[in-house]
């Protein structure tokens, strides 16, 4: 962090009401130039309020705007840009249909003879991403929505880099990033700081926070609790500072012991978006009353599985069965009325219909499931307690079952999401990383829901690609690499390095699981069990198909 001259912002009292709604509540925000500063809360907080005030996207009530020692008041963010600050978005703020070239420049193309001189854009977006190791230039000329998040969120970096921002704000930039792109974004950061950019760090992730800032500020219903050191604080003192109270980090014992099997697959095949086999082979069990945790690097099948698994994707051979009953050819409605739910991986596309208010939400997939149905019409009276009732419990802010799903912070629609399902009253959940984006406190809230659930006798198949969620959660772990399980373990016994060298395609015993051949399988054992090696694939799809829930 350098000394010289004045921070590059400060924020001085800042107050911004949404009618009776009070999202910060003057609120003081130091950014040393040069520095890393990780502004962090609970999701609804009031983090990203606050830096779309400093970005001109949101007038502000009360307080001041300080940037580089000069007053301002920007009514617009293309004024923050011209002042050097840059925001990338937690939704992306790209065009889908453009390449990613063009998404770049947009706005700021360079011309010559009043032509755009894509060569000279070309030339400067290259160069920032050999600055600090982007692979963003090997896809220029490719449409951003044919890319996964992870690339997306990169493209969005670089756009603000080449527009030349000097102040940067990332919202909740590791949100759709594997632990190695994460690993690697945070050595980005690193070197932007390096280079005297000064980066504003929006998360709830308290690792990460610790992992890459100088200095840490924790909201808390609108207001500034305090900011601390992050070489001298601790995990367990800001998640206090963020909710309030102690947070539980330890796994929970388990009080009951599994049942019978209940979902099987064998042998499952399934094809990619783009015509290549992307699940070879897979057999599972789950069993009442276990959480079954599937682990990988994201893109290594996990979504193509999950969607054969819950009827949303095709089976090219194999089985899934439920409750010794073969499923495969049921569609999404029918496995919902069996008792397979499903939470997606995508709560913005698969999850919610963004323009329905949370009543209308809260009826997606069972339009014709009693007691919302009544001989043939939809029953609103009760989905609209339904809704209710999953707000109350879940914790849902703002709590009106009237409000937008678009109104809500991504830990609300997920909280509503994960309360829709489980109350739907099934026999197996499916749950696709559950707490993806979601702070620290709906973590453990999702969290205990899914163990007390399990505690009943529900069986739940989990994905996620969060080392300590999986560890924390699981019964059993199945390791999912290019397609197959390469290995199933305890996660009584298993450390997190030993699961990184699974997810990379290392077997424990030192082998290579690219040089073997064969399928995997996660049996009955209730604790390791021997699975095959994966054998090799050559699709490199990660993208999810933009199916919905079954409305």
């Not at 089985?319 to 009953?325: A, K, L, Q």
């Not at 997810?503 to 699975?531: E, H, I, Q, S, Y």
Request: glycine share 12%.
């Amino acid at each position: 962090m350098t000394d010289a001259g004045p921070p590059a912002v400060r924020l001085d009292g800042i107050t911004k009401r949404f009618g009776d709604v009070v999202a910060n509540d003057g609120v003081d925000f130091t950014l040393e130039g040069g520095s890393v500063h990780a502004l962090l809360g609970e999701n609804g907080s009031g983090k990203t309020t606050l830096m779309s005030v400093l970005y001109g996207l949101y007038d502000h009530d009360e307080g001041t705007i300080v940037v580089d020692g000069e007053e301002r008041t920007f009514e617009s963010p293309r004024g923050a840009m011209d002042a050097g600050v840059g925001m990338i978005h937690q939704h992306f703020q790209l065009v889908g249909p453009m390449t990613v070239l063009q998404n770049v420049i947009l706005g700021h193309e360079p011309t010559e003879n009043g032509l755009v001189d894509e060569a000279a854009a070309r030339e400067d977006i290259e160069a920032i991403c050999d600055r600090y190791g982007f692979d963003v230039d090997e896809h220029l000329d490719e449409r951003v929505v044919d890319l996964d998040l992870g690339v997306r969120q990169r493209v969005e970096i670089v756009k603000s880099l080449y527009r030349g921002a000097e102040i940067l704000v990332l919202d909740e930039p590791t949100a759709v990033l594997t632990p190695q792109e994460v690993e690697s974004l945070v050595d980005v950061m690193t070197d932007l700081a390096a280079d005297g950019r000064s980066l504003v760090f929006i998360t709830h992730k308290l690792d990460e926070a610790l992992s890459v800032a100088d200095e840490v500020t924790v909201l808390r219903d609108g207001e500034a609790v305090g900011t601390v050191d992050a070489a001298t604080t601790t995990e367990q003192e800001l998640a206090r500072m963020m909710v309030g109270r102690e947070v539980l980090f330890d796994r929970r014992p388990r009080e009951t012991a599994p049942g019978d099997p209940i979902l099987r697959t064998e042998g499952l095949r399934v094809t990619g978006d783009r015509g290549l086999e992307r699940v070879t082979d897979i057999d599972l069990t789950v069993r009442e009353g276990e959480i079954l945790g599937i682990a990988g690097v994201q893109g290594n099948g996990q979504t193509e599985l999950v969607e054969a698994i819950t009827g949303l994707r095709p089976v090219d051979s194999g089985t899934v069965s439920f409750d010794g009953e073969d499923v495969t050819g049921l569609s999404r409605r029918e496995r919902i009325r069996a008792g397979i739910v499903y939470v997606p991986e995508d709560r913005q596309t698969e999850g919610l219909v963004q323009d329905y208010d949370l009543t209308r939400n809260a009826l997606l997939g069972n339009q014709t499931v009693e007691p919302y149905v009544e001989r043939g019409f939809i029953d609103w009276p009760a989905v609209r307690e339904h809704a209710s009732d999953i707000v109350d419990e879940y914790d849902v802010q703002p709590p009106t079952v009237e409000s937008e799903g678009a109104s809500l912070s991504g830990g609300n629609q997920q909280k509503f999401i994960v309360g829709r399902e489980i109350e739907h009253d099934p026999d197996v959940i499916v749950a696709s990383h559950p707490t993806r984006g979601v702070d620290i406190g709906s973590i453990e809230f999702i969290h205990d829901r899914l163990l007390d659930r399990r505690e009943e006798g529900l069986a739940v198949l989990l994905v996620s690609s969060k080392l300590e969620e999986i560890r924390k959660l699981s019964d059993r772990i199945a390791v999912m690499y290019e397609g197959e399980f390469i290995d199933t373990v305890d996660p009584e016994t298993v450390t997190e390095e030993e699961l990184g060298l699974l997810m990379a395609g290392r077997r424990l015993d030192g082998a290579d699981a690219d040089a073997d051949d064969g399928g995997g399988a996660v049996g009955d054992a209730g604790g390791p069990d021997a699975a095959a090696e994966a054998g090799e694939s050559d699709d490199g799809d990660t993208t999810a198909p933009d199916s919905e829930v079954e409305r």
